[in-house]
């Protein structure tokens, strides 16, 4: 395995699902589905869904309060919060601002970035830069998604699938050689936009007519099989890059999309189904939230221990690919 190439270490971690569970058997009586079928394709059984009046900020402060609550961290001093979503309160201001005003942090800068689901470890390659560069001490990562708000309930393709949550990585920059980041990679594919989208302002994506009513539209079957074939190999790719093969990671994180994907990937990639992180069935897809979710799970069952290794690996709309390796140490 090659050295670290940061000194960024992960200080804590929170995460946050709404109340309410839309499970299958709910699904059955709004559109012409079954639980069977959905269990079998994707691995769902359920997922959460936010409130009326709760947004992806709403959710991304009560995975903060979690992180405040569970670990010996000062919130007041974060230097600037980067917030994965594609489903913002609003374009302008930023979940990331808000965030920033719920806790009064004084001299922070605050960004929404938009991988879709490769968001998370897209956004955690930038804390990383910020952190190397000395600009800052210490960046606040959020996945937060309210999928439900941009879902078409009577689209029998999609609604089964999303569902809403947060997640939080506390980074800062350590001293020393210390560093929890190892490796990291990422690939696009803007060619293959228009396969899944949330239309706002343009008609058309890459010369293609698209469905512009700000609900996320997907050829469900052309990205199966770009996932399959290409995010597979993308894992292999940053595996190479580190020196390191599955045999040597302790767990894979790949973005929660459908269990058949998760089951393909380690297939392709050496993974034991054993190793990887899935908290599809309870969440469904929750985009940018899927990562931080089903880590912080597996953290708070006790899977995940200090000094244990994690591929985390988000893939989707984009098409987007972005991967990183990281030691955990808390
Ligand atoms: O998160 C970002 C990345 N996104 C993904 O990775 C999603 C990738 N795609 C998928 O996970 C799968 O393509 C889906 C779960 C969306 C669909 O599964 P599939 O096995 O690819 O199904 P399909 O689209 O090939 O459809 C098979 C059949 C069709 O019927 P016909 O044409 O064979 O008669 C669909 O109309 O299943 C039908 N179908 C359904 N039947 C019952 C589609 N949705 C449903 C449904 N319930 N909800």
Known sequence: MTLPISNAVITAIGSYVPEKVLTNADLEAIVDTSDEWIVQRTGIR????AAESQYSSDLSILAVRDMARRYNVQLTDIDYIIVATSTPDTFVPSVASRVQAEFGMQGCGTADLQAACAGFTAALQMANGLLLSGIYKKVLVIGTETLSKATD???RTTCILFGDGAGAFLLEAASGSKSDIIAASSNTDGS?????????LSPSIGGYDIIATSNIVQNGREVYRWAISEVSKGINELMKKSGTSAAQINWFAPHNANQRIIDALCDKTGFHLEQALSSIAKYGNTSAASIPLAIDDAVRDGRIAAGDT????GFGGGLTQS???LRWSI
């Open 46 to 49: 359920e997922r959460r869904i």
């Open 153 to 155: 309930y009577t689209d």
């Open 192 to 200: 293959g936009g228009h396969l899944l989208y949330r239309s706002s």
């Open 310 to 313: 994690i591929l985390l690996y």
């Open 323 to 325: 991967g990183i390796l």
